[in-house]
Protein backbone atom coordinates (compact mmCIF):
# COMPACT_ATOMS: atom_id res chain seq x y z
CA UNK A 1 0.00 0.00 0.00
CA UNK A 2 1.54 3.27 -1.10
CA UNK A 3 0.56 4.97 2.20
CA UNK A 4 2.41 2.21 4.63
CA UNK A 5 5.42 3.04 6.54
CA UNK A 6 8.53 1.68 4.94
CA UNK A 7 8.83 -0.42 8.66
CA UNK A 8 5.70 -1.36 7.85
CA UNK A 9 5.79 -2.52 4.56
CA UNK A 10 5.76 -6.65 3.66
CA UNK A 11 9.06 -8.77 2.53
CA UNK A 12 7.29 -8.99 -0.82
CA UNK A 13 7.38 -5.15 -1.30
CA UNK A 14 10.28 -4.33 0.00
CA UNK A 15 11.94 -7.21 -1.78
CA UNK A 16 10.59 -5.49 -5.11
CA UNK A 17 12.31 -2.22 -3.78
CA UNK A 18 15.79 -3.63 -3.23
CA UNK A 19 15.91 -5.64 -6.22
CA UNK A 20 14.66 -2.76 -8.37
CA UNK A 21 17.37 -0.94 -6.82
CA UNK A 22 14.95 1.64 -5.82
CA UNK A 23 16.29 1.13 -2.14
CA UNK A 24 19.25 0.02 -0.76
CA UNK A 25 20.08 -3.11 1.73
CA UNK A 26 22.09 -0.58 3.63
CA UNK A 27 19.23 2.58 3.58
CA UNK A 28 16.85 -0.39 4.48
CA UNK A 29 18.96 -1.87 7.53
CA UNK A 30 19.73 1.53 8.92
CA UNK A 31 16.36 2.95 9.05
CA UNK A 32 15.02 -0.41 11.14
CA UNK A 33 18.23 -0.19 13.53
CA UNK A 34 17.00 3.50 14.26
CA UNK A 35 13.24 1.99 14.77
CA UNK A 36 15.05 -0.68 16.98
CA UNK A 37 17.33 1.99 18.65
CA UNK A 38 13.84 4.30 19.43
CA UNK A 39 11.44 1.85 20.53
CA UNK A 40 13.11 -1.30 22.26
CA UNK A 41 13.90 0.37 25.31
CA UNK A 42 9.98 0.02 25.75
CA UNK A 43 9.22 -3.13 23.58
CA UNK A 44 12.22 -5.00 25.01
CA UNK A 45 11.40 -7.61 21.88
CA UNK A 46 15.30 -7.64 21.50
CA UNK A 47 18.37 -9.66 23.82
CA UNK A 48 20.70 -8.55 21.33
CA UNK A 49 20.46 -6.06 18.83
CA UNK A 50 23.46 -7.48 15.72
CA UNK A 51 23.93 -3.65 14.77
CA UNK A 52 27.60 -3.92 12.87
CA UNK A 53 27.32 -7.30 11.54
CA UNK A 54 24.10 -6.49 10.51
CA UNK A 55 25.34 -3.44 8.79
CA UNK A 56 27.78 -5.60 7.40
CA UNK A 57 25.89 -7.81 5.93
CA UNK A 58 23.95 -5.02 4.53
CA UNK A 59 26.99 -3.44 2.45
CA UNK A 60 27.64 -7.34 1.10
CA UNK A 61 24.45 -7.23 -0.25
CA UNK A 62 23.86 -4.09 -1.64
CA UNK A 63 27.41 -5.23 -3.36
CA UNK A 64 25.64 -8.31 -4.89
CA UNK A 65 22.43 -6.69 -5.95
CA UNK A 66 24.44 -4.01 -7.81
CA UNK A 67 26.60 -6.69 -9.38
CA UNK A 68 23.81 -8.84 -10.75
CA UNK A 69 23.97 -11.21 -8.18
CA UNK A 70 20.49 -11.11 -6.77
CA UNK A 71 19.58 -14.13 -4.42
CA UNK A 72 15.94 -13.91 -4.17
CA UNK A 73 13.17 -12.27 -1.91
CA UNK A 74 15.25 -12.50 1.36
CA UNK A 75 18.23 -10.81 -0.14
CA UNK A 76 19.04 -7.21 1.55
CA UNK A 77 15.96 -7.96 3.94
CA UNK A 78 16.23 -7.13 7.91
CA UNK A 79 14.96 -10.19 9.90
CA UNK A 80 15.83 -10.96 13.87
CA UNK A 81 16.08 -15.01 15.06
CA UNK A 82 14.44 -15.83 18.51
CA UNK A 83 17.75 -16.58 20.99
CA UNK A 84 17.30 -20.30 20.95
CA UNK A 85 18.50 -20.01 17.45
CA UNK A 86 23.05 -20.95 17.68
CA UNK A 87 24.92 -17.90 15.91
CA UNK A 88 28.45 -17.65 15.53
CA UNK A 89 30.24 -15.21 18.45
CA UNK A 90 26.99 -13.94 19.40
CA UNK A 91 25.40 -15.10 22.62
CA UNK A 92 22.73 -17.74 22.56
CA UNK A 93 20.88 -17.85 25.99
CA UNK A 94 17.14 -19.08 25.64
CA UNK A 95 15.76 -16.62 28.05
CA UNK A 96 17.94 -18.68 31.30
CA UNK A 97 20.74 -17.92 33.51
CA UNK A 98 22.16 -20.47 32.97
CA UNK A 99 23.13 -19.81 29.11
CA UNK A 100 23.83 -16.51 30.01
CA UNK A 101 27.53 -16.90 28.92
CA UNK A 102 27.20 -19.07 26.11
CA UNK A 103 28.46 -18.49 22.92
CA UNK A 104 27.91 -20.52 20.08
CA UNK A 105 31.08 -21.00 17.63
CA UNK A 106 29.01 -21.98 14.82
CA UNK A 107 25.25 -20.80 13.04
CA UNK A 108 22.28 -23.37 13.32
CA UNK A 109 20.99 -24.41 10.32
CA UNK A 110 18.11 -22.16 10.50
CA UNK A 111 20.56 -19.10 10.75
CA UNK A 112 22.90 -20.84 8.09
CA UNK A 113 19.85 -20.83 5.55
CA UNK A 114 18.90 -17.30 6.13
CA UNK A 115 22.04 -15.76 5.60
CA UNK A 116 23.06 -17.93 2.31
CA UNK A 117 19.47 -16.14 0.94
CA UNK A 118 21.16 -12.92 1.81
CA UNK A 119 18.92 -12.09 5.11
CA UNK A 120 20.21 -9.47 7.19
CA UNK A 121 20.07 -10.66 11.21
CA UNK A 122 19.10 -7.64 12.84
CA UNK A 123 19.82 -9.50 16.28
CA UNK A 124 18.27 -12.20 18.45
CA UNK A 125 14.62 -11.71 20.36
CA UNK A 126 13.56 -12.21 23.61
CA UNK A 127 11.61 -15.16 24.87
CA UNK A 128 10.68 -17.07 27.77
CA UNK A 129 12.83 -19.24 29.88
CA UNK A 130 13.76 -22.67 28.10
CA UNK A 131 11.22 -21.31 25.62
CA UNK A 132 8.16 -22.47 27.62
CA UNK A 133 5.65 -20.21 29.55
CA UNK A 134 7.40 -17.92 32.25
CA UNK A 135 10.47 -15.76 32.07
CA UNK A 136 13.45 -15.84 34.20
CA UNK A 137 13.71 -12.39 36.70
CA UNK A 138 16.82 -11.57 35.24
CA UNK A 139 15.95 -11.14 31.68
CA UNK A 140 13.31 -8.77 30.22
CA UNK A 141 9.50 -9.38 29.21
CA UNK A 142 8.52 -8.18 25.50
CA UNK A 143 6.08 -5.86 25.42
CA UNK A 144 3.02 -6.38 23.81
CA UNK A 145 2.67 -2.95 21.27
CA UNK A 146 -1.05 -3.50 21.04
CA UNK A 147 -0.85 -2.78 24.98
CA UNK A 148 1.90 -2.71 27.71
CA UNK A 149 -0.70 -5.02 29.90
CA UNK A 150 -1.24 -7.31 27.22
CA UNK A 151 0.16 -10.72 26.95
CA UNK A 152 2.98 -10.60 24.26
CA UNK A 153 2.37 -14.70 23.37
CA UNK A 154 4.06 -17.36 25.36
CA UNK A 155 7.90 -18.19 24.54
CA UNK A 156 8.13 -16.20 20.78
CA UNK A 157 7.03 -13.54 22.43
CA UNK A 158 9.98 -11.56 21.29
CA UNK A 159 9.51 -12.57 17.37
CA UNK A 160 5.55 -11.14 17.90
CA UNK A 161 6.48 -8.29 19.25
CA UNK A 162 9.20 -7.21 16.65
CA UNK A 163 7.68 -8.42 13.93
CA UNK A 164 4.24 -6.28 14.66
CA UNK A 165 6.25 -3.50 15.71
CA UNK A 166 8.04 -2.97 12.44
CA UNK A 167 11.49 -3.51 14.25
CA UNK A 168 11.73 -6.48 11.72
CA UNK A 169 10.06 -7.89 8.39
CA UNK A 170 9.94 -11.13 9.59
CA UNK A 171 11.81 -12.99 12.64
CA UNK A 172 11.71 -16.71 13.45
CA UNK A 173 9.69 -18.25 16.13
CA UNK A 174 9.73 -21.96 17.50
CA UNK A 175 6.54 -24.15 18.43
CA UNK A 176 6.11 -26.94 21.05
CA UNK A 177 2.65 -26.27 22.55
CA UNK A 178 1.80 -22.96 20.44
CA UNK A 179 4.32 -20.38 20.57
CA UNK A 180 4.45 -19.52 16.97
CA UNK A 181 0.93 -19.47 17.21
CA UNK A 182 -0.21 -18.07 20.63
CA UNK A 183 2.26 -14.52 19.50
CA UNK A 184 0.98 -14.42 16.33
CA UNK A 185 -2.28 -14.22 17.42
CA UNK A 186 -1.76 -12.05 20.77
CA UNK A 187 0.42 -9.49 18.47
CA UNK A 188 -1.88 -9.08 15.29
CA UNK A 189 0.53 -10.64 12.74
CA UNK A 190 0.94 -14.37 10.27
CA UNK A 191 2.88 -17.21 11.27
CA UNK A 192 3.86 -20.83 9.62
CA UNK A 193 3.97 -23.76 12.28
CA UNK A 194 5.66 -26.13 9.54
CA UNK A 195 5.04 -29.55 9.39
CA UNK A 196 7.73 -31.48 11.82
CA UNK A 197 10.90 -31.78 10.24
CA UNK A 198 10.10 -29.67 7.63
CA UNK A 199 12.99 -27.40 9.31
CA UNK A 200 15.94 -28.48 10.71
CA UNK A 201 16.30 -28.03 14.60
CA UNK A 202 19.89 -28.58 14.67
CA UNK A 203 21.51 -25.36 16.82
CA UNK A 204 18.18 -24.97 18.14
CA UNK A 205 18.28 -25.02 21.79
CA UNK A 206 15.13 -28.01 22.31
CA UNK A 207 12.25 -27.53 25.14
CA UNK A 208 10.91 -30.87 24.09
CA UNK A 209 12.64 -32.38 21.26
CA UNK A 210 9.67 -34.46 19.56
CA UNK A 211 7.39 -31.66 19.69
CA UNK A 212 9.62 -28.24 18.48
CA UNK A 213 8.99 -26.85 15.71
CA UNK A 214 10.92 -24.00 14.07
CA UNK A 215 9.15 -21.64 11.76
CA UNK A 216 8.75 -18.23 10.47
CA UNK A 217 6.37 -15.30 11.73
CA UNK A 218 6.10 -12.41 9.30
CA UNK A 219 3.18 -9.81 8.29
CA UNK A 220 1.57 -11.74 5.58
CA UNK A 221 0.93 -15.43 4.09
CA UNK A 222 3.37 -14.56 1.18
CA UNK A 223 6.10 -13.80 3.36
CA UNK A 224 5.96 -16.66 5.43
CA UNK A 225 6.35 -18.42 2.46
CA UNK A 226 9.33 -16.88 1.47
CA UNK A 227 11.31 -17.18 4.39
CA UNK A 228 9.98 -21.11 4.78
CA UNK A 229 11.40 -21.86 1.50
CA UNK A 230 14.86 -20.87 2.67
CA UNK A 231 14.13 -22.42 5.98
CA UNK A 232 13.40 -25.54 4.45
CA UNK A 233 14.73 -28.80 3.69
CA UNK A 234 16.66 -32.04 4.52
CA UNK A 235 19.69 -31.40 6.96
CA UNK A 236 22.26 -34.05 7.27
CA UNK A 237 23.14 -32.58 10.55
CA UNK A 238 19.38 -33.19 12.12
CA UNK A 239 18.63 -36.86 11.23
CA UNK A 240 14.60 -35.86 12.03
CA UNK A 241 14.56 -33.89 9.35
CA UNK A 242 12.18 -35.05 6.30
CA UNK A 243 14.19 -36.04 3.54
CA UNK A 244 11.04 -34.68 1.15
CA UNK A 245 11.64 -32.42 -1.44
CA UNK A 246 10.90 -28.95 -0.73
CA UNK A 247 8.22 -27.38 -3.17
CA UNK A 248 7.79 -23.79 -4.08
CA UNK A 249 6.35 -22.27 -1.25
CA UNK A 250 4.75 -19.70 -3.54
CA UNK A 251 3.47 -21.90 -6.29
CA UNK A 252 -0.30 -21.13 -5.29
CA UNK A 253 0.01 -17.70 -4.98
CA UNK A 254 -1.87 -16.69 -8.58
CA UNK A 255 -4.62 -19.58 -7.63
CA UNK A 256 -8.00 -19.48 -6.31
CA UNK A 257 -9.60 -21.64 -3.37
CA UNK A 258 -12.01 -23.15 -5.93
CA UNK A 259 -12.48 -26.64 -4.33
CA UNK A 260 -10.80 -26.91 -1.75
CA UNK A 261 -12.15 -28.58 1.24
CA UNK A 262 -12.20 -26.85 4.05
CA UNK A 263 -13.45 -28.62 7.33
CA UNK A 264 -15.79 -26.62 10.03
CA UNK A 265 -16.72 -27.78 13.88
CA UNK A 266 -18.83 -24.74 14.84
CA UNK A 267 -18.53 -26.47 18.38
CA UNK A 268 -15.09 -26.93 18.13
CA UNK A 269 -14.86 -22.93 17.30
CA UNK A 270 -16.81 -21.70 19.52
CA UNK A 271 -17.40 -24.03 22.76
CA UNK A 272 -16.17 -24.01 25.81
CA UNK A 273 -13.90 -21.31 26.53
CA UNK A 274 -13.75 -19.60 23.35
CA UNK A 275 -14.21 -15.86 23.39
CA UNK A 276 -17.61 -14.95 21.12
CA UNK A 277 -15.64 -12.31 19.15
CA UNK A 278 -12.60 -14.88 18.41
CA UNK A 279 -15.24 -18.14 17.34
CA UNK A 280 -17.28 -15.54 15.22
CA UNK A 281 -14.41 -13.89 13.45
CA UNK A 282 -13.23 -17.52 12.45
CA UNK A 283 -16.40 -18.84 11.41
CA UNK A 284 -16.81 -14.94 9.12
CA UNK A 285 -13.56 -16.31 7.40
CA UNK A 286 -14.49 -19.66 6.47
CA UNK A 287 -17.77 -18.82 4.87
CA UNK A 288 -15.63 -15.83 3.29
CA UNK A 289 -13.87 -18.94 1.67
CA UNK A 290 -16.95 -20.48 0.62
CA UNK A 291 -18.20 -17.34 -1.14
CA UNK A 292 -14.59 -17.66 -3.27
CA UNK A 293 -15.28 -21.19 -4.24
CA UNK A 294 -13.96 -23.38 -1.42
CA UNK A 295 -16.02 -26.57 0.09
CA UNK A 296 -16.97 -26.14 3.83
CA UNK A 297 -16.98 -29.91 5.57
CA UNK A 298 -18.64 -30.51 8.41
CA UNK A 299 -16.43 -32.44 11.22
CA UNK A 300 -16.62 -33.34 14.47
CA UNK A 301 -13.53 -32.83 16.81
CA UNK A 302 -12.56 -34.77 19.58
CA UNK A 303 -12.16 -33.79 23.44
CA UNK A 304 -8.87 -32.31 23.16
CA UNK A 305 -8.41 -31.49 26.77
CA UNK A 306 -6.87 -35.59 27.65
CA UNK A 307 -4.08 -34.86 24.51
CA UNK A 308 -3.40 -31.06 26.38
CA UNK A 309 -2.58 -33.20 29.56
CA UNK A 310 -0.70 -35.60 28.28
CA UNK A 311 0.99 -33.25 26.58
CA UNK A 312 2.53 -31.56 29.77
CA UNK A 313 3.77 -34.70 30.90
CA UNK A 314 5.56 -35.65 27.38
CA UNK A 315 7.29 -32.04 27.09
CA UNK A 316 7.71 -31.24 30.53
CA UNK A 317 9.69 -34.72 30.89
CA UNK A 318 11.83 -33.86 27.57
CA UNK A 319 12.47 -30.51 28.83
CA UNK A 320 13.74 -32.37 31.93
CA UNK A 321 16.12 -34.14 29.53
CA UNK A 322 16.87 -31.02 27.66
CA UNK A 323 18.19 -29.54 30.80
CA UNK A 324 19.94 -32.54 32.48
CA UNK A 325 23.34 -31.05 32.23
CA UNK A 326 22.76 -27.87 34.29
CA UNK A 327 18.85 -29.17 36.05
CA UNK A 328 19.10 -29.72 39.31
CA UNK A 329 22.82 -29.37 39.88
CA UNK A 330 22.51 -25.46 39.24
CA UNK A 331 18.78 -25.16 39.98
CA UNK A 332 19.26 -21.68 41.89
CA UNK A 333 20.09 -20.44 38.60
CA UNK A 334 16.30 -21.15 37.46
CA UNK A 335 13.38 -18.92 37.17
CA UNK A 336 11.00 -20.24 39.42
CA UNK A 337 8.48 -20.53 36.65
CA UNK A 338 10.93 -22.87 34.82
CA UNK A 339 12.23 -24.71 37.66
CA UNK A 340 9.00 -25.92 38.83
CA UNK A 341 8.12 -26.99 35.09
CA UNK A 342 11.64 -29.30 35.61
CA UNK A 343 10.59 -30.61 38.86
CA UNK A 344 7.34 -31.61 37.08
CA UNK A 345 9.40 -33.51 34.13
CA UNK A 346 11.55 -35.21 36.64
CA UNK A 347 8.93 -36.77 38.73
CA UNK A 348 7.33 -38.40 35.63
CA UNK A 349 8.10 -42.38 35.71
CA UNK A 350 8.62 -43.93 32.66
CA UNK A 351 5.33 -45.51 32.46
CA UNK A 352 3.72 -41.64 32.73
CA UNK A 353 5.97 -41.03 29.60
CA UNK A 354 4.65 -44.23 27.91
CA UNK A 355 1.07 -43.90 28.71
CA UNK A 356 1.11 -39.86 27.62
CA UNK A 357 3.12 -41.26 24.57
CA UNK A 358 -0.20 -43.45 23.58
CA UNK A 359 -2.49 -40.17 23.91
CA UNK A 360 -0.49 -38.42 21.57
CA UNK A 361 -0.57 -41.73 19.14
CA UNK A 362 -3.87 -41.78 19.57
CA UNK A 363 -4.64 -38.36 19.05
CA UNK A 364 -2.51 -38.12 15.49
CA UNK A 365 -4.82 -41.32 14.77
CA UNK A 366 -8.34 -39.46 15.18
CA UNK A 367 -6.66 -36.20 13.21
CA UNK A 368 -5.98 -38.71 10.13
CA UNK A 369 -9.37 -39.66 9.94
CA UNK A 370 -10.84 -36.25 10.14
CA UNK A 371 -8.17 -35.30 7.26
CA UNK A 372 -9.24 -38.03 5.32
CA UNK A 373 -12.22 -36.07 3.77
CA UNK A 374 -10.65 -32.35 3.91
CA UNK A 375 -7.52 -30.44 2.51
CA UNK A 376 -7.59 -27.71 5.75
CA UNK A 377 -9.45 -27.37 8.58
CA UNK A 378 -10.09 -23.87 10.34
CA UNK A 379 -10.18 -23.29 13.62
CA UNK A 380 -8.94 -19.60 16.32
CA UNK A 381 -5.67 -19.83 16.99
CA UNK A 382 -5.93 -19.26 21.08
CA UNK A 383 -9.30 -19.39 22.51
CA UNK A 384 -9.24 -15.50 22.99
CA UNK A 385 -7.31 -12.36 22.47
CA UNK A 386 -4.43 -11.00 24.33
CA UNK A 387 -5.50 -11.22 27.94
CA UNK A 388 -4.29 -8.79 30.37
CA UNK A 389 -0.96 -9.98 32.30
CA UNK A 390 1.49 -8.53 34.71
CA UNK A 391 5.32 -8.87 35.23
CA UNK A 392 4.83 -10.58 38.76
CA UNK A 393 2.63 -13.51 36.86
CA UNK A 394 5.43 -14.09 34.09
CA UNK A 395 7.89 -13.70 36.50
CA UNK A 396 6.67 -15.77 38.77
CA UNK A 397 5.77 -20.09 39.91
CA UNK A 398 3.65 -22.39 38.11
CA UNK A 399 0.03 -21.62 38.97
CA UNK A 400 -2.20 -24.54 38.34
CA UNK A 401 -3.23 -25.37 34.99
CA UNK A 402 -6.30 -26.34 33.15
CA UNK A 403 -4.67 -27.04 29.79
CA UNK A 404 -7.75 -25.72 28.23
CA UNK A 405 -5.37 -23.21 26.61
CA UNK A 406 -3.87 -26.07 24.21
CA UNK A 407 -7.17 -26.70 22.67
CA UNK A 408 -6.22 -25.62 19.15
CA UNK A 409 -2.49 -25.87 19.15
CA UNK A 410 -1.36 -29.12 21.18
CA UNK A 411 -3.54 -31.76 18.78
CA UNK A 412 -1.13 -30.08 15.80
CA UNK A 413 2.14 -30.39 18.31
CA UNK A 414 1.15 -33.64 18.33
CA UNK A 415 0.52 -35.06 14.86
CA UNK A 416 3.10 -32.16 13.46
CA UNK A 417 0.86 -31.16 11.07
CA UNK A 418 1.19 -27.93 9.31
CA UNK A 419 -0.31 -25.05 10.34
CA UNK A 420 -0.94 -20.99 9.13
CA UNK A 421 -2.51 -18.27 11.63
CA UNK A 422 -3.03 -14.87 10.27
CA UNK A 423 -4.67 -11.82 11.47
CA UNK A 424 -8.59 -11.55 11.57
CA UNK A 425 -9.10 -8.16 12.05
CA UNK A 426 -9.48 -6.58 15.58
CA UNK A 427 -12.18 -7.06 18.41
CA UNK A 428 -14.28 -4.44 20.01
CA UNK A 429 -11.48 -3.40 21.92
CA UNK A 430 -9.34 -3.00 19.33
CA UNK A 431 -7.28 -5.94 19.73
CA UNK A 432 -6.12 -8.07 17.39
CA UNK A 433 -8.20 -11.63 16.46
CA UNK A 434 -6.72 -14.92 14.50
CA UNK A 435 -7.93 -17.20 12.39
CA UNK A 436 -5.46 -21.00 12.06
CA UNK A 437 -5.84 -23.05 9.28
CA UNK A 438 -4.32 -26.39 9.61
CA UNK A 439 -3.41 -28.64 6.85
CA UNK A 440 -2.09 -32.38 5.83
CA UNK A 441 2.00 -33.07 6.18
CA UNK A 442 3.54 -31.12 3.69
CA UNK A 443 0.55 -28.97 2.26
CA UNK A 444 2.74 -25.46 3.33
CA UNK A 445 2.21 -24.32 -0.01
CA UNK A 446 -1.95 -25.25 0.04
CA UNK A 447 -1.87 -23.11 3.87
CA UNK A 448 0.01 -19.95 2.04
CA UNK A 449 -2.51 -20.47 -0.96
CA UNK A 450 -5.20 -20.50 1.27
CA UNK A 451 -3.84 -18.30 3.70
CA UNK A 452 -3.13 -15.40 0.66
CA UNK A 453 -6.67 -15.72 -0.60
CA UNK A 454 -7.95 -15.05 2.39
CA UNK A 455 -5.86 -12.00 2.77
CA UNK A 456 -7.00 -10.41 -0.37
CA UNK A 457 -10.23 -10.99 0.53
CA UNK A 458 -9.97 -9.30 3.88
CA UNK A 459 -6.70 -6.71 3.77
CA UNK A 460 -7.00 -6.38 7.26
CA UNK A 461 -4.60 -3.82 8.17
CA UNK A 462 -2.86 -4.53 11.52
CA UNK A 463 -0.84 -2.01 12.49
CA UNK A 464 -0.32 -1.15 16.60
CA UNK A 465 -0.47 2.33 18.17
CA UNK A 466 3.63 2.75 18.30
Known sequence: MAD???????????AGRLASGEISPVELTQAILDRIAALDGELKSYATVMAEPAMASARAAEADIAAGRYRGGLHGVPIAVKDLCFTTGVPTMGGAKVLRDFVPDFDGTVVRRLNDAGAIILGKLNLTEGAMAGYNPEFDIPVNPWGADRWAGASSSGSGAATAAGLCYGSLGSDTGGS??????????????????????????????????????????????????????????????????VPDMLDGLGKDVAGVRIGVDEEYIGGGEVDSEVAEAVLAGARLLESL?????????????????AWGVLCSAEAATAHRDTFPSRADDYGPWFRGWLEKGRGYSAVDYAAANLVRLECNGVLAGIFADIDVLVCPSMTGVAHRVTPEELYGPMGEDEWTWGRFTIPYDFSGAPTISLPAGLNGAGLPLSIQFIGKHLAEPLLVQVGHAYERATEHDLRPPV
Not at 4 to 14: A, G
Not at 195 to 205: E, I, K, M, P
Not at 233 to 245: E, R, V, W, Y
Not at 293 to 309: F, I, K, N, Q
Open 180 to 245: IRFPAAACGTAGIKPTWGRVSRYGVLALGESLDHVGPMTRSAADAGIMLQALAGHDPNDPTSLQAP
Open 4 to 14: TPLHYQTITEV
Open 293 to 309: GAVLVPVRMPDTLPYSR
